[in-house]
């Protein structure tokens, strides 16, 4: 069965201090591993889209990375307004459709 | 663009009624989905559909229907609301037909008392 397991659950940081989001999968046959980013009370915003092991994407303060079996969301000098949850998403190539498995996310807040 | 519009934002139901929860996307994508999000549990797909007319069951089902008439719109019906539908739900769409990254709607939030 395929599995996500987002770490921490919950990181507080202060305005600033870089870190990382951990994402380890178990899937069988990657097709796409995903980030998103969800504020309360939204639906999930789109972020990156991961293929293969060793591929990197960035988006401002935020670059996504991916090795075989997990994937990092790394936060450079990150503000106030990256705070919210960031959610990872794997899909397979598996099953009667291409299945989506999400997380549970990783709540994040930067204090100024 | 629009993008993915979802109506009611809220909705309380008492247990057995039933109701519609619309979703549209003004993106022209063939790939429509719908989720709910519970706490402590990820996203979790419920039906999709890859083009107007073609539906199938995601991983949460039961209790649930849609149809697809046109690339637009994708309703979810509640068929005898519980209890345990209480949650959020997420329309999503995606430009990939197989369902890869998704776009989402704002989410309704239901409460079945």
């Known amino acids: 069965e395929d599995q996500v397991t987002q770490s921490p659950e919950a990181l507080r940081l202060q305005e600033g201090e870089s870190s990382s989001l951990n994402c380890s999968y178990t899937?069988?046959?990657?097709?796409?591993l995903f980030w998103y980013r969800q504020d309360p009370g939204k639906g999930p915003e789109f972020l990156f889209t991961?293929?293969?092991a060793g591929e990197e994407k960035e988006k401002e303060r935020l670059k996504a990375t991916l090795t075989k079996k997990e994937s990092f969301l790394h936060i450079t000098a990150p503000k106030p307004e990256d705070s919210a949850t960031y959610l990872c998403?794997?899909?397979?190539?598996?099953?009667?459709?291409?299945?989506?498995?999400f997380g549970i996310g990783t709540k994040l807040q930067v204090i100024p | 663009n629009a993008g993915v519009t979802q109506t009611p934002k809220f909705q309380v139901l008492k247990t057995g009624q039933s109701m519609t929860l619309q979703c549209a996307q003004d993106?022209?994508?063939?790939?429509m989905s719908w989720y709910r999000q519970d706490p402590g549990m990820g996203l979790r797909l419920i039906h999709y559909?890859?083009?107007?007319?073609?539906?199938d069951q995601g991983e949460v089902p039961n209790g649930y229907n849609v149809s697809r008439s046109t690339t637009e719109d994708f309703p979810l019906r509640l068929l005898s609301a519980a209890p345990s539908q209480t949650s959020v739900y997420f329309c999503?769409?995606?430009?990939?037909?197989?369902?890869?990254?998704?776009?989402f709607g704002p989410g309704t939030r239901l409460t079945v008392l």
């Open positions: 993106m022209n994508h063939e790939y």
């Open positions: 998403a794997v899909q397979a190539n598996s099953g009667g459709y291409q299945k989506v498995t």
């Open positions: 991961l293929y293969s």
């Open positions: 999503a769409s995606s430009p990939d037909r197989t369902g890869g990254a998704q776009y």
């Open positions: 559909s890859v083009g107007a007319g073609i539906t």
């Open positions: 899937v069988s046959g990657l097709r796409g």
